[in-house]
């Protein structure tokens, strides 16, 4: 089927020009439709009027420069690099309100950086849940000093991901709203391989390949494996690891695994692979769902495809604890800083449910966080400038700090963290409570800990992760589920502020994006210029629930009403109706699929059965992207 293609094939002029060691991208980022599970058409985000969106490639050491046209009419958009370090370029890091602002519709605006790790990572859009409608895709970074070029002959890019069939603004306006006071988040359509279903990878017998995958999705961690083959993992997150074999792997949100497969000797059979969502995740699960999707490895396209054999949870995926750093690095010294933070899943005033770290849930500045970390001066070493509401920290170059996150909520949390690595030196399992309750010491931690920029945190269970602050910037560390993103489970590093004072120019192209915006670019996080440490008018959550409400409270209070409601209504119904045996329409009752009961509340407006309200208007686009039914490999040997 269509998808991204496996094979290295030229790019078209109009999309890549390579001049030397600068790789630039033209990028004109608007609506198409695109039906990559074959289910329903839907306005999705397409580059150049293709979806899936280009990959981004280049060598360790190039420069990238990618220029953005915002033509989608209807929303901001930006882009964040993830995984990229953007070393001395945190202005080019991509979440909106944090290193820039949004690029409104019509705008321009120009990313360029160069990079200096080789590795697996992927660019999406990072401003107001946006890339699952689609603006998320592949960014490789070719090494020709990789220590294991002799290990593999080819190498091929796979995504794995979720798909919704409604947009995002509409998703997220019930998902965030006192309609869904327990905070149920949205369940996944479909899962997709490289943004399609029953992908067919082309396999040569004896050749080596390496995969380079990439969980692109917004919500669905995702069980992988490969019947009749085993992998054997090279790198995690852009760090190379000891040669690890593996029977079956998880990718969680934002996660990437390099691995190599071996094939088979002969071309006597295809072999189906997996991925499964990981249904823990999901408060319910629809009766229409499939949380599976199906690929071939194919060695003679002759032959019939097998279904593949039934696994049964639980699932026991290779623990990427247990892998270790090809570089050997040893543990960091002793904490300078420690951050300690709470997850923990509570509603507002508003009925609504958030996510917190302690007691804060992340609200945007108004004035994006580097913008006030440049103009604050000697102030930008102040938490208080930055707002409570966007939980900043701020760190002196060259500390070592350690970020603990105490799990409270009952799911799984992928954390990741911009700007850096992180050495994961602890992980408790499931129910284990708090680290400080955990009795553990730095004994048990590991003496060379594996390395990553995103980690699964367990249910009610702890997380102790180690980073050099060597990267002076401002950095966002935030659960990767773009559900907890949007409802604030986010906090904000500030990283050698004055040092950014000395070395850092904003492009006039930025500041024009917070013009058109009318953003201001300067003082604290109010926009406050005069007194910095006045915060009135600054962003702020809805105030606090009133002492003794609780969720299931607020579920009784809701329903409570809107049964009243729609009584009140039949009631009125009957009494001016006709004397004719019909029953009452079926708008009032919640049944004809406009909407559900539960959004007939006066004053709210009338939202669609699921509790969301498209916004894209689509423009004719390329459906399920590539059409190939068979797909060959992404390169063939090395530079």
């Not at 998902?175 to 040569?204: C, M, Y």
């Not at 005033?349 to 004035?367: E, L, M, Q, S, W």
């Not at 409570?388 to 060259?398: A, C, D, K, M, V």
Request: glycine residues 8%; charged residues 20%; proline residues 8%.
């Amino acid at each position: 089927m269509g998808g991204w293609p496996l094979a290295l094939v030229a790019i078209l002029s109009s999309v890549v020009t390579i001049n030397a060691a600068t790789v630039k991208y033209d990028f004109d980022i608007g609506w198409v439709t695109a039906n990559p599970d074959g289910m329903a058409d839907r306005p999705t985000i397409g580059i150049n009027g293709q979806w899936p969106i280009p990959r981004i490639e280049a060598t360790v050491g190039d420069r990238i420069i990618v220029n953005v046209l915002n033509s989608l009419g209807n929303q901001s958009t930006s882009l964040h690099f993830h995984g990229l370090f953007m070393n001395g370029t945190t202005h080019m890091d991509g979440p909106s309100q944090v290193t820039q602002c949004a690029i409104p519709p019509g705008s321009r605006f120009t990313y360029n950086f160069t990079v200096d790790q080789p590795g697996t990572y992927w660019y999406h859009s990072h401003t107001m849940g946006q890339y699952p409608d689609g603006l998320r895709g592949p960014l490789i970074i070719n090494d020709p000093e990789t220590p294991f070029k002799d290990l593999y002959d080819e190498e091929l890019v796979l995504t794995v991901s979720d798909w919704y069939h409604d947009e995002m603004p509409g998703l997220l306006k019930f998902f965030i709203s006192r309609f869904n006071p327990t905070g149920a988040e949205p369940v996944p359509k479909s899962a997709l391989l490289n943004e399609t279903q029953d992908l067919h990878v082309k396999l040569q017998p004896g050749r080596r390949y390496l995969f380079r995958m990439i969980n692109i999705g917004a919500f669905a961690g995702q069980y992988v494996w490969f019947e009749g083959h085993n992998v054997t993992i090279l790198e995690i997150d852009g760090v190379y690891t000891r040669p690890t074999e593996a029977s079956m792997i998880y990718l969680s949100a934002a996660q990437r695994y390099s691995f190599v497969i071996t094939a088979r000797d002969d071309f006597s059979a295809n072999f189906p692979f997996m991925a499964s969502m990981d249904t823990d995740l999901f408060d319910q699960l629809p009766e229409d769902l499939n949380w599976n999707v199906t690929g071939w490895l194919v060695y003679d396209s002759k032959k019939p495809l097998p279904e593949p054999a039934v696994l049964y949870e639980p699932f026991e995926p290779f623990d990427d604890m247990a892998l270790l750093p090809w570089d050997n690095q040893t543990i960091f010294r002793e904490p300078d800083q420690t951050v300690s933070l709470d997850v923990i899943m509570d509603n507002l005033g508003d009925g609504a449910n958030y996510a917190f770290f302690n007691n804060i849930t992340y609200t945007r500045p108004k004035v994006p966080s580097l913008y006030t970390a440049l103009t604050a001066g000697e102030l930008a070493t102040n938490p208080t400038v930055y707002s409570e509401y966007s939980h900043p920290f701020i760190l002196e170059r060259g500390q070592v700090v350690d970020i603990i996150v105490n799990n409270l909520d009952s799911g799984k949390h992928p954390f990741h963290l911009h700007g850096h690595h992180f050495q994961s030196v602890w992980r408790s399992e499931d129910g284990a409570g708090t680290f400080q309750d955990s009795n553990i010491t730095a004994d048990s931690f590991a003496r060379v800990p594996m390395r990553r920029d995103t980690i699964v945190l367990h249910p009610e269970g702890n997380v102790v992760l180690r980073f050099r602050a060597d990267n002076p910037g401002v950095w966002v560390f935030h659960c990767h589920l773009e559900w907890h993103v949007q409802s604030g489970l986010m906090a904000t590093f500030v990283e050698a502020p004055l040092d950014l004072q000395k070395t850092l120019k904003i492009p006039d192209d930025h500041y024009a994006a917070c013009a058109a915006n009318g953003v201001p670019t300067a003082g604290n996080a109010a926009g406050n210029t005069i007194d910095l440490l006045d915060l009135r008018g600054q962003n702020a959550p809805p105030d606090p629930l009133p002492s003794g409400f609780t969720p299931r409270g607020i579920v009784a209070l809701v329903f409570s009403c809107l049964a009243g409601i729609i009584g009140i209504a039949v009631v009125a119904w009957y009494g001016f109706a006709e004397p004719v045996e019909s029953p009452p329409p079926s708008s009032l009752l919640g049944v004809d699929g406009a909407h559900d009961a539960k959004n007939s509340v006066a004053g709210e407006p009338e939202l669609p059965v699921d509790g969301i309200a498209p916004v894209g208007a689509a423009a004719p686009g390329t459906g399920r992207g590539v059409a190939e039914d068979e797909i060959a490999p992404l390169r063939d040997g090395h530079h």
